[in-house]
Protein backbone atom coordinates (compact mmCIF):
# COMPACT_ATOMS: atom_id res chain seq x y z
CA UNK A 1 0.00 0.00 0.00
CA UNK A 2 2.49 2.15 0.99
CA UNK A 3 5.34 1.88 -1.89
CA UNK A 4 2.18 1.78 -4.65
CA UNK A 5 0.03 5.29 -2.36
CA UNK A 6 3.85 7.03 -3.30
CA UNK A 7 4.06 5.61 -6.93
CA UNK A 8 0.55 6.44 -7.72
CA UNK A 9 1.45 10.34 -6.10
CA UNK A 10 4.70 10.10 -8.11
CA UNK A 11 3.19 9.76 -11.73
CA UNK A 12 -0.09 12.17 -10.56
CA UNK A 13 2.46 14.77 -9.45
CA UNK A 14 4.96 14.31 -12.53
CA UNK A 15 1.93 14.57 -15.30
CA UNK A 16 0.44 17.60 -13.07
CA UNK A 17 3.48 19.67 -12.99
CA UNK A 18 4.13 19.19 -16.64
CA UNK A 19 1.01 20.33 -17.57
CA UNK A 20 1.16 23.18 -15.33
CA UNK A 21 4.59 24.69 -16.42
CA UNK A 22 5.35 23.21 -19.45
CA UNK A 23 3.34 25.87 -21.72
CA UNK A 24 4.67 28.71 -19.71
CA UNK A 25 8.05 27.60 -19.80
CA UNK A 26 8.27 26.97 -23.79
CA UNK A 27 5.74 29.23 -24.91
CA UNK A 28 7.17 32.60 -23.37
CA UNK A 29 9.81 32.34 -25.44
CA UNK A 30 7.67 32.88 -28.47
CA UNK A 31 5.90 35.80 -30.23
CA UNK A 32 2.68 33.80 -31.35
CA UNK A 33 1.11 35.12 -34.41
CA UNK A 34 -2.20 37.41 -33.93
CA UNK A 35 -4.71 34.49 -34.45
CA UNK A 36 -3.04 32.66 -31.39
CA UNK A 37 -2.63 35.43 -29.32
CA UNK A 38 -6.60 36.52 -29.75
CA UNK A 39 -7.04 32.83 -28.62
CA UNK A 40 -5.32 33.16 -25.68
CA UNK A 41 -7.13 36.35 -24.69
CA UNK A 42 -10.33 34.65 -24.46
CA UNK A 43 -8.80 31.53 -22.67
CA UNK A 44 -9.91 32.97 -19.07
CA UNK A 45 -13.15 33.98 -19.71
CA UNK A 46 -13.87 30.62 -21.77
CA UNK A 47 -12.54 28.73 -18.91
CA UNK A 48 -14.58 30.25 -16.05
CA UNK A 49 -17.05 29.54 -17.84
CA UNK A 50 -17.11 26.52 -18.67
CA UNK A 51 -16.14 25.54 -14.62
CA UNK A 52 -19.53 27.50 -13.86
CA UNK A 53 -21.94 25.63 -16.17
CA UNK A 54 -20.35 21.89 -14.96
CA UNK A 55 -20.88 23.68 -11.53
CA UNK A 56 -24.27 24.33 -11.84
CA UNK A 57 -24.57 21.22 -13.78
CA UNK A 58 -23.73 18.96 -11.83
CA UNK A 59 -24.12 20.67 -8.17
CA UNK A 60 -27.22 22.77 -8.70
CA UNK A 61 -28.48 22.02 -5.14
CA UNK A 62 -32.32 21.45 -6.02
CA UNK A 63 -34.98 23.11 -3.53
CA UNK A 64 -38.32 20.82 -2.87
CA UNK A 65 -40.22 23.18 -5.72
CA UNK A 66 -36.73 22.30 -8.00
CA UNK A 67 -35.57 25.87 -8.06
CA UNK A 68 -31.62 25.64 -8.17
CA UNK A 69 -30.23 27.01 -5.60
CA UNK A 70 -26.89 27.25 -6.68
CA UNK A 71 -28.24 29.48 -9.88
CA UNK A 72 -30.03 31.42 -7.49
CA UNK A 73 -27.42 32.22 -5.10
CA UNK A 74 -24.84 33.02 -8.02
CA UNK A 75 -27.15 35.33 -9.03
CA UNK A 76 -26.84 37.27 -5.97
CA UNK A 77 -23.19 37.37 -6.12
CA UNK A 78 -23.31 38.59 -9.49
CA UNK A 79 -25.71 41.47 -8.34
CA UNK A 80 -23.10 42.56 -5.43
CA UNK A 81 -20.38 42.00 -7.46
CA UNK A 82 -21.90 44.57 -9.92
CA UNK A 83 -22.31 46.88 -7.26
CA UNK A 84 -19.48 46.52 -5.08
CA UNK A 85 -17.01 45.73 -7.30
CA UNK A 86 -15.04 43.74 -4.66
CA UNK A 87 -14.12 40.00 -4.93
CA UNK A 88 -14.26 39.65 -1.46
CA UNK A 89 -17.62 40.96 -1.24
CA UNK A 90 -18.76 38.87 -3.98
CA UNK A 91 -17.67 35.82 -1.95
CA UNK A 92 -19.08 36.32 0.81
CA UNK A 93 -22.63 37.17 -0.57
CA UNK A 94 -22.88 33.91 -2.29
CA UNK A 95 -21.77 31.83 0.68
CA UNK A 96 -24.21 33.72 2.81
CA UNK A 97 -27.36 33.68 -0.07
CA UNK A 98 -26.54 30.33 -1.09
CA UNK A 99 -27.07 29.31 2.94
CA UNK A 100 -30.26 31.33 3.20
CA UNK A 101 -31.46 30.60 0.00
CA UNK A 102 -31.22 26.98 0.84
CA UNK A 103 -33.26 27.68 4.00
CA UNK A 104 -35.64 29.96 2.26
CA UNK A 105 -36.27 28.75 -0.74
CA UNK A 106 -39.34 26.59 -1.35
CA UNK B 1 -13.76 55.22 -10.21
CA UNK B 2 -14.75 56.72 -6.82
CA UNK B 3 -11.35 55.09 -4.87
CA UNK B 4 -12.46 55.14 -1.43
CA UNK B 5 -14.89 51.86 -1.16
CA UNK B 6 -12.65 49.92 -4.23
CA UNK B 7 -10.30 47.22 -3.54
CA UNK B 8 -6.77 49.07 -4.39
CA UNK B 9 -7.17 47.03 -7.71
CA UNK B 10 -5.17 49.33 -10.07
CA UNK B 11 -2.73 51.10 -7.31
CA UNK B 12 -2.01 47.91 -5.96
CA UNK B 13 1.54 47.73 -4.87
CA UNK B 14 3.50 45.19 -6.96
CA UNK B 15 5.65 43.83 -3.37
CA UNK B 16 5.05 40.37 -1.76
CA UNK B 17 2.46 41.74 0.45
CA UNK B 18 0.28 42.93 -1.79
CA UNK B 19 0.17 39.78 -3.27
CA UNK B 20 -0.72 38.15 -0.10
CA UNK B 21 -3.44 40.14 0.39
CA UNK B 22 -4.59 39.92 -3.57
CA UNK B 23 -5.56 36.38 -2.23
CA UNK B 24 -7.66 36.77 0.66
CA UNK B 25 -10.88 36.41 -1.42
CA UNK B 26 -9.83 33.16 -2.74
CA UNK B 27 -9.07 32.18 1.11
CA UNK B 28 -12.71 31.11 1.98
CA UNK B 29 -13.19 28.90 -1.42
CA UNK B 30 -9.21 26.76 -0.50
CA UNK B 31 -9.98 26.65 3.51
CA UNK B 32 -13.65 24.95 2.63
CA UNK B 33 -12.85 22.77 -0.45
CA UNK B 34 -9.15 21.91 1.37
CA UNK B 35 -10.98 20.92 4.22
CA UNK B 36 -13.27 18.62 2.73
CA UNK B 37 -10.26 17.12 0.45
CA UNK B 38 -8.71 16.35 3.58
CA UNK B 39 -11.64 15.14 5.58
CA UNK B 40 -12.44 12.59 2.72
CA UNK B 41 -9.01 11.87 2.67
CA UNK B 42 -9.04 10.42 6.64
CA UNK B 43 -13.10 9.15 5.94
CA UNK B 44 -10.92 6.75 2.85
CA UNK B 45 -8.45 5.64 5.00
CA UNK B 46 -5.55 7.83 4.37
CA UNK B 47 -3.30 9.25 7.20
CA UNK B 48 -3.22 12.97 7.97
CA UNK B 49 1.05 12.32 6.74
CA UNK B 50 -0.22 11.05 3.50
CA UNK B 51 -3.43 13.71 2.93
CA UNK B 52 -1.16 16.69 3.15
CA UNK B 53 1.48 14.57 0.79
CA UNK B 54 -0.87 14.61 -2.15
CA UNK B 55 -2.15 18.41 -1.38
CA UNK B 56 1.20 19.69 -1.73
CA UNK B 57 2.71 18.13 -3.82
CA UNK B 58 -0.64 17.76 -5.91
CA UNK B 59 -1.95 20.78 -5.00
CA UNK B 60 -5.18 20.43 -6.84
CA UNK B 61 -8.05 20.11 -5.25
CA UNK B 62 -10.47 17.89 -8.15
CA UNK B 63 -7.21 15.32 -8.40
CA UNK B 64 -7.09 14.84 -5.29
CA UNK B 65 -10.39 13.97 -4.92
CA UNK B 66 -10.07 11.74 -7.91
CA UNK B 67 -7.09 10.18 -6.54
CA UNK B 68 -8.81 9.24 -3.28
CA UNK B 69 -11.91 7.56 -4.89
CA UNK B 70 -9.43 5.82 -7.29
CA UNK B 71 -7.83 4.26 -4.97
CA UNK B 72 -10.68 3.18 -2.84
CA UNK B 73 -11.68 1.56 -6.28
CA UNK B 74 -8.28 -0.19 -6.49
CA UNK B 75 -7.56 1.31 -9.77
CA UNK B 76 -4.22 0.69 -10.92
CA UNK B 77 -1.59 3.37 -10.95
CA UNK B 78 -1.48 4.03 -15.14
CA UNK B 79 -5.51 4.54 -14.79
CA UNK B 80 -4.84 7.21 -11.88
CA UNK B 81 -2.51 8.91 -14.23
CA UNK B 82 -4.04 9.22 -16.67
CA UNK B 83 -7.23 10.77 -14.75
CA UNK B 84 -5.25 13.18 -13.47
CA UNK B 85 -4.00 14.39 -16.33
CA UNK B 86 -7.43 14.44 -17.93
CA UNK B 87 -8.92 16.52 -14.75
CA UNK B 88 -5.53 19.22 -15.09
CA UNK B 89 -5.67 19.34 -18.67
CA UNK B 90 -7.12 22.78 -18.09
CA UNK B 91 -3.83 24.32 -16.66
CA UNK B 92 -2.44 23.48 -20.38
CA UNK B 93 -4.46 26.28 -21.35
CA UNK B 94 -4.16 28.58 -18.58
CA UNK B 95 -0.45 28.14 -18.58
CA UNK B 96 -0.15 29.07 -21.82
CA UNK B 97 -2.40 32.28 -21.43
CA UNK B 98 0.11 33.08 -18.74
CA UNK B 99 3.27 32.49 -21.45
CA UNK B 100 2.84 35.39 -23.34
CA UNK B 101 3.05 37.81 -19.83
CA UNK B 102 6.10 36.12 -19.17
CA UNK B 103 7.76 36.55 -22.30
CA UNK B 104 11.91 37.93 -21.69
CA UNK B 105 11.39 36.69 -17.94
CA UNK B 106 14.13 34.57 -16.25
CA UNK B 107 13.19 30.98 -16.09
CA UNK B 108 13.16 30.45 -12.58
CA UNK B 109 10.01 32.98 -12.81
CA UNK B 110 8.35 31.08 -14.87
CA UNK B 111 8.72 27.71 -13.25
CA UNK B 112 7.20 29.07 -9.89
CA UNK B 113 4.43 30.66 -11.60
CA UNK B 114 3.59 27.59 -13.53
CA UNK B 115 3.93 25.13 -10.41
CA UNK B 116 1.91 26.95 -8.39
CA UNK B 117 -0.78 27.74 -10.51
CA UNK B 118 -4.27 26.71 -9.90
CA UNK B 119 -7.81 27.76 -11.27
CA UNK B 120 -8.18 30.87 -8.50
CA UNK B 121 -4.87 31.84 -8.51
CA UNK B 122 -5.25 31.78 -12.39
CA UNK B 123 -8.02 34.28 -12.11
CA UNK B 124 -6.82 36.75 -9.86
CA UNK B 125 -3.63 37.09 -11.48
CA UNK B 126 -4.81 37.59 -15.15
CA UNK B 127 -7.27 40.01 -13.71
CA UNK B 128 -4.29 41.92 -12.28
CA UNK B 129 -2.54 41.93 -15.61
CA UNK B 130 -5.25 42.85 -17.74
CA UNK B 131 -5.93 45.57 -15.55
CA UNK B 132 -2.46 46.64 -16.33
CA UNK B 133 -0.51 45.87 -13.64
CA UNK B 134 1.66 42.98 -15.27
CA UNK B 135 2.43 40.49 -12.96
CA UNK B 136 5.73 41.52 -11.14
CA UNK B 137 7.10 38.51 -9.30
CA UNK B 138 6.70 39.37 -5.46
CA UNK B 139 3.66 40.14 -5.90
CA UNK B 140 3.05 36.46 -7.94
CA UNK B 141 5.11 34.88 -5.14
CA UNK B 142 2.40 36.15 -2.58
CA UNK B 143 -0.67 35.01 -4.27
CA UNK B 144 0.70 31.73 -5.19
CA UNK B 145 2.60 31.23 -1.55
CA UNK B 146 -0.77 32.79 0.32
CA UNK B 147 -2.65 29.95 -1.64
CA UNK B 148 -0.41 27.20 -1.11
CA UNK B 149 0.06 27.64 2.50
CA UNK B 150 -3.94 27.78 3.07
CA UNK B 151 -4.24 24.83 0.87
CA UNK B 152 -2.07 22.86 2.72
CA UNK B 153 -2.98 23.58 6.19
CA UNK B 154 -6.49 23.27 5.35
CA UNK B 155 -6.37 19.89 4.13
CA UNK B 156 -4.43 19.04 7.31
CA UNK B 157 -7.15 20.50 9.39
CA UNK B 158 -9.68 18.74 7.22
CA UNK B 159 -7.88 15.57 7.92
CA UNK B 160 -7.62 15.95 11.36
CA UNK B 161 -11.18 17.30 12.13
CA UNK B 162 -13.62 16.64 9.50
CA UNK B 163 -15.94 13.63 11.23
CA UNK B 164 -16.82 16.46 13.90
CA UNK B 165 -18.67 19.18 11.59
CA UNK B 166 -21.79 19.52 10.04
CA UNK B 167 -22.12 18.63 6.53
CA UNK B 168 -24.07 21.20 5.36
CA UNK B 169 -21.62 24.13 6.96
CA UNK B 170 -19.44 22.49 4.52
CA UNK B 171 -21.98 22.50 1.92
CA UNK B 172 -22.72 26.28 1.81
CA UNK B 173 -18.56 27.32 2.56
CA UNK B 174 -18.18 24.88 -0.83
CA UNK B 175 -20.24 27.74 -2.85
CA UNK B 176 -17.53 29.89 -1.88
CA UNK B 177 -15.73 28.82 -4.97
CA UNK B 178 -18.63 29.45 -7.47
CA UNK B 179 -18.90 33.15 -6.21
CA UNK B 180 -15.55 33.24 -6.94
CA UNK B 181 -15.91 32.37 -10.62
CA UNK B 182 -18.85 34.27 -10.80
CA UNK B 183 -16.73 37.64 -9.41
CA UNK B 184 -13.86 36.68 -11.20
CA UNK B 185 -15.64 36.19 -15.11
CA UNK B 186 -17.83 39.26 -14.38
CA UNK B 187 -14.37 41.94 -13.25
CA UNK B 188 -13.06 40.20 -16.36
CA UNK B 189 -15.88 41.14 -18.65
CA UNK B 190 -16.10 44.62 -16.93
CA UNK B 191 -12.42 45.38 -17.38
CA UNK B 192 -11.97 44.00 -20.78
CA UNK B 193 -11.42 46.30 -23.88
CA UNK B 194 -13.15 43.94 -25.94
CA UNK B 195 -16.65 42.68 -23.43
CA UNK B 196 -18.79 41.57 -26.22
CA UNK B 197 -16.14 38.84 -27.83
CA UNK B 198 -15.82 37.85 -24.20
CA UNK B 199 -19.45 37.26 -23.86
CA UNK B 200 -19.26 35.53 -26.68
CA UNK B 201 -16.19 33.29 -25.12
CA UNK B 202 -18.17 33.09 -21.87
CA UNK B 203 -21.65 32.25 -24.02
CA UNK B 204 -20.10 29.61 -26.18
CA UNK B 205 -18.21 27.56 -23.64
CA UNK B 206 -20.94 27.66 -21.24
CA UNK B 207 -23.53 26.14 -24.22
CA UNK B 208 -21.22 23.81 -25.14
CA UNK B 209 -20.59 22.23 -21.81
CA UNK B 210 -24.32 22.24 -21.59
CA UNK B 211 -24.20 20.58 -24.56
CA UNK B 212 -21.83 17.46 -24.17
CA UNK B 213 -22.22 17.29 -20.27
CA UNK B 214 -24.14 13.77 -21.04
CA UNK B 215 -21.27 12.69 -23.59
CA UNK B 216 -18.23 12.65 -22.13
CA UNK B 217 -16.57 13.09 -18.55
CA UNK B 218 -16.60 16.12 -17.08
CA UNK B 219 -12.85 17.72 -17.23
CA UNK B 220 -12.59 16.58 -21.31
CA UNK B 221 -15.94 18.53 -21.87
CA UNK B 222 -14.52 21.84 -19.93
CA UNK B 223 -11.41 21.22 -22.39
CA UNK B 224 -13.25 21.24 -25.45
CA UNK B 225 -15.64 24.01 -23.98
CA UNK B 226 -12.66 26.19 -23.39
CA UNK B 227 -11.02 25.80 -26.78
CA UNK B 228 -14.30 26.53 -28.62
CA UNK B 229 -15.41 29.05 -26.44
CA UNK B 230 -11.95 31.09 -26.98
CA UNK B 231 -11.76 29.74 -30.56
CA UNK B 232 -15.21 31.80 -31.81
CA UNK B 233 -14.09 35.27 -30.01
CA UNK B 234 -10.68 34.45 -31.81
CA UNK B 235 -12.32 34.46 -35.00
CA UNK B 236 -14.51 37.14 -34.81
CA UNK B 237 -11.35 39.14 -33.77
CA UNK B 238 -9.76 38.46 -36.22
CA UNK B 239 -12.52 39.08 -38.97
CA UNK B 240 -13.02 42.65 -37.01
CA UNK B 241 -9.41 43.20 -37.12
CA UNK B 242 -9.18 42.79 -41.07
CA UNK B 243 -12.05 45.59 -41.05
CA UNK B 244 -15.04 43.52 -41.06
CA UNK B 245 -18.33 44.72 -39.50
CA UNK B 246 -18.10 46.42 -36.27
CA UNK B 247 -21.31 45.19 -35.17
CA UNK B 248 -19.30 43.59 -31.92
CA UNK B 249 -18.89 46.79 -29.70
CA UNK B 250 -18.12 46.70 -26.19
CA UNK B 251 -21.75 46.47 -24.56
CA UNK B 252 -21.55 44.30 -21.13
Known amino acids: MASSFLLSLLGCAVVTVL ?13 FPAGVRAWLTY ?28 LLAAGVSLGVGLLTRSLFLTVLAGVAGYSLLGWAVP | MSGAVR ?10 RAGVVACLPTVLGYWSIGFAAGGIGT ?13 TVLYAGSAQFLFYSLVLAQADTLALVLAVLLVNGRYVLMSAALAPFFRGRGWGEKLA ?5 TDETFGVAVQRARAGGGL ?15 WGVANLTGALLARHLPESMLEALGFSL ?9 FTCLESQTRGLELVA ?8 LALAALAPLPLVLLVATTMGALASALLALRRARGGRRWLRPSC
Not at chain 2, 202 to 209: D, E, G, L, M
Open chain 2, 202 to 209: IAVAAIVV
Open chain 2, 136 to 150: PFPWLLGLNLGAYVN
Open chain 1, 43 to 70: VPAAVMAAILAGEFLHHPALSPAGWSVS
Open chain 1, 19 to 31: VRVAPVLLLSHLA
Open chain 2, 43 to 55: VSGFSPLEVVGLA
Open chain 2, 7 to 16: PPRRLAPDGF
Open chain 2, 178 to 186: TAMFVGLLL
Open chain 2, 113 to 117: AGLLL
